[in-house]
């Protein structure tokens, strides 16, 4: 595709129930990044990928934060029995390589009732 | 750990003035400092690096190792520069700390 492409747009959820955030980078980025944007708190690194590995999940914000890349290609961020304290925008980036341009997705924002 | 520091949450300069937005960055290594910025209902775009040493839209910002800073600066404002502006550093140890950005600043630009 032309960029980095998100989806769902947005999400509405209900507290306690598990979500499944999706990401297609750019076609040929070995690098694809999670972030979380939250008002007033910027932006919140969560994980990292270089191809199908994560050489880093220490930036999730909880056991309850999973996310996986298959194919060195889409990858999936979820979130199982979420709270409202999860509502934020989640964005995903990639790269050709781990220090190149990131190129960012639209996002997705998700919102815990 | 790498850490950008972006002092200012909220700049208001009017048309015309010069603007400063503040970075600072905490790094042991050689880092490689970007600026990111999002104007309203658009995606995140990289708006400058400093390996490229490059002038965007009337923007430069020069890495000051020293001081640790890689501050952006325009002599003259316009209003399409209001936008959320992100300072971001990338380490140069294998990417495992990804891209770290700032908490971002607020620019608006009074006409």
């Given at each position: 595709?032309?960029?980095?492409?998100?989806?769902?747009?947005?999400?509405?959820?209900?507290?306690?129930?598990?979500?499944?955030?999706?990401?297609?980078?750019?076609?040929?980025?070995?690098?694809?990044?999670?972030?979380r944007q939250s008002l007033g708190?910027?932006?919140?690194?969560?994980?990292?990928?270089?191809?199908?590995?994560?050489?880093?999940?220490?930036?999730?914000?909880?056991?309850?934060?999973?996310?996986?890349?298959?194919?060195?290609?889409?990858?999936?961020?979820?979130?199982?029995?979420?709270?409202?304290?999860?509502?934020?925008?989640?964005?995903?980036?990639?790269?050709?390589?781990?220090?190149?341009?990131?190129?960012?997705?639209?996002?997705?924002?998700?919102?815990?009732? | 750990?790498?850490?950008?520091?972006?002092?200012?949450?909220?700049?208001?300069?009017?048309?015309?003035?010069?603007?400063?937005?503040?970075?600072?960055?905490?790094?042991?290594?050689?880092?490689?400092?970007?600026?990111?910025?999002?104007?309203?209902?658009?995606?995140?775009?990289?708006?400058?690096?400093?390996?490229?040493?490059?002038?965007?839209?009337?923007?430069?910002?020069?890495?000051?190792?020293?001081?640790?800073?890689?501050h952006l600066k325009k002599p003259f404002a316009q209003e399409?520069?209001?936008?959320?502006?992100?300072?971001?550093?990338?380490?140069?140890?294998?990417?495992?700390?990804?891209?770290?950005?700032?908490?971002?600043?607020?620019?608006?630009?009074?006409?």
């Amino acid at each position: 595709g032309a960029g980095v492409s998100q989806s769902p747009s947005n999400k509405v959820t209900e507290k306690g129930k598990d979500v499944e955030l999706r990401c297609d980078p750019i076609s040929g980025h070995t690098a694809l990044y999670w972030y979380r944007q939250s008002l007033g708190q910027g932006l919140e690194f969560l994980i990292y990928f270089q191809g199908n590995s994560a050489p880093d999940k220490s930036g999730l914000p909880s056991d309850r934060f999973s996310a996986e890349r298959t194919g060195g290609s889409v990858s999936t961020l979820t979130i199982q029995r979420t709270q409202q304290e999860d509502s934020a925008v989640y964005l995903c980036a990639s790269s050709l390589a781990w220090q190149g341009e990131a190129f960012f997705g639209q996002g997705t924002r998700l919102t815990v009732v | 750990a790498q850490r950008v520091t972006q002092p200012e949450k909220l700049l208001s300069v009017f048309k015309g003035a010069p603007v400063e937005l503040k970075c600072n960055y905490s790094y042991s290594g050689s880092p490689e400092l970007f600026w990111y910025v999002q104007y309203s209902r658009q995606r995140l775009q990289l708006l400058l690096r400093h390996i490229s040493r490059e002038s965007i839209k009337g923007f430069t910002a020069d890495l000051n190792k020293g001081e640790t800073s890689f501050h952006l600066k325009k002599p003259f404002a316009q209003e399409e520069d209001s936008a959320m502006y992100y300072c971001a550093l990338s380490g140069s140890g294998g990417g495992a700390d990804g891209l770290t950005f700032g908490k971002g600043t607020h620019l608006i630009i009074q006409p």
